[in-house]
C-alpha cells in the first residue's frame, strides 16, 4: 500500500489498521488527511486482502482533536461548502463501507474527531476518552454529519444539549448514551477491536455487507428498510456461502466462508 503523511497503515491478519499521524496537533484532520483518508478507503473497498478496518490516533491523548481550526481562519462561505462537502462525502464512504469499521477511541475526539468516530460501524474508547461537539465555541456547527449521526446515536434531547452547551463527556458517559459500545483499558483497546474484527471474519462477509447496508437503510430518506432487508435477504439465500452455512449446521461442522 502506498505510503502516507498523515495516515499510518498496518494490513494484519486482514485487518487493516489506520492509524492518524498528526501527534503534535492531537491528530487534527487537516485537508490533506482528509484526502488521504478518502484514498485509504478506496484501498479498502478495492483491495480483496483487507477484511475490515480499525481507526485510531497515534500517541495516548488524541483520537483526534476535531477539524484543523488553523485551516478555518480567512474560510468563505464557498470554501466552507467545499469543506463540509469533502468531508461528508469521505464519513459517507466509512458508514457504508461493505466491510466492517471499528474506531478505537485512544483519547480526545472532539469535533470532527467525534464526527470521524460516529461515521465508523462501532466504536470502543479507552478509559481516557473524551467526546464533544464544541464547534458552537468557534462560531460553527458540526459540518461532517455531527448534527444528524449523534441524533441517530444519542437520541434528540442529550444530542441538543451536547451540541448546544458544547460539553465534552468521558467515556463512561459516552458508553451511557450508547455513543460506545464499550470502554476499556487503554492498553487493550486494540486487542479488543481485533478480537471483535476476527470473530466478524469468521462470518459470511456477503451477510455482513448486507447487515451494514439494511442498518443504514433506517436512516436514509425515501427508503423502506424492512424493503430494503427483504431484497439483501434474498440476496443472501442465493449466494454459495449461505448454503455452506446452512450445509455446516446441519453436518455438525464449522461453516468456512468463500465470501461468494
Ligand atoms: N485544530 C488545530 N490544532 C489543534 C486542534 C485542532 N482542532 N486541537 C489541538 N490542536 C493543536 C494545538 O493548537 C496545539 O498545537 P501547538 O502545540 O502547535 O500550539 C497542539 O494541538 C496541542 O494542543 P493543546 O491545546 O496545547 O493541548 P491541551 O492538552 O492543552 O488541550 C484540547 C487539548 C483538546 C482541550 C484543546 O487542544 C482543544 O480544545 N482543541 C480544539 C478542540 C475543538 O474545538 N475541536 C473542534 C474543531 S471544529
Known amino acids: 500500500m502506498k505510503n502516507f503523511e498523515t495516515l499510518l497503515t498496518e494490513l494484519s491478519d486482514g485487518i487493516l489498521t489506520i492509524t492518524i499521524n498528526r501527534e503534535n496537533k492531537l491528530n487534527a484532520l487537516n485537508k490533506q488527511l482528509i484526502g488521504e483518508l478518502n484514498e485509504v478507503l478506496d484501498e479498502v473497498y478495492n483491495n480483496a486482502e483487507i477484511k475490515s478496518c480499525i481507526v485510531t ?12 481550526i ?52 462501532i ?32 437520541g434528540k434531547g442529550k444530542a441538543m444539549e451536547l451540541l448546544m452547551t ?15 459500545n464499550e470502554v476499556v483499558q487503554t492498553v487493550e483497546l486494540l486487542e479488543t477491536c481485533r478480537a471483535m474484527l476476527l470473530k466478524i471474519k469468521t462470518k459470511a462477509p456477503y451477510a455482513i455487507s448486507k447487515v451494514i447496508e439494511c442498518v443504514h437503510a433506517h436512516f436514509k430518506d425515501g427508503i423502506d428498510g424492512f424493503d430494503t432487508e427483504i431484497d439483501r435477504f434474498s440476496d443472501c439465500v442465493a449466494t454459495e456461502d449461505f448454503k455452506e452455512g446452512t450445509e455446516a449446521f446441519l453436518d455438525k461442522r464449522k461453516a468456512v466462508f468463500q465470501g461468494k
Open 70 to 121: 488553523a485551516e478555518f481562519s480567512g474560510l468563505t462561505k464557498e470554501q466552507g461548502v467545499v469543506l463540509a462537502k469533502n468531508g461528508h462525502q469521505v464519513f459517507n464512504k466509512i458508514e457504508l463501507s461493505p466491510k466492517p469499521i471499528i474506531a478505537a477511541v485512544n483519547g480526545f475526539a472532539l469535533g470532527g474527531g467525534c464526527e470521524l468516530a460516529m461515521a465508523c460501524h
Open 166 to 180: 458544547a460539553d465534552t463527556i468521558d467515556a463512561v458517559c459516552a458508553k451511557k448514551l450508547g455513543l460506545v
Open 57 to 68: 490516533g497515534k500517541g495516548n491523548k488524541a483520537f483526534a482533536a476535531g477539524a484543523d
Open 123 to 154: 466504536r470502543i474508547a479507552s478509559e481516557n476518552a473524551k467526546f464533544g461537539q464544541p464547534e458552537v465555541n468557534l462560531g460553527i456547527i458540526p459540518g461532517y454529519g455531527g448534527t444528524q449521526r449523534l441524533v441517530q446515536l444519542v
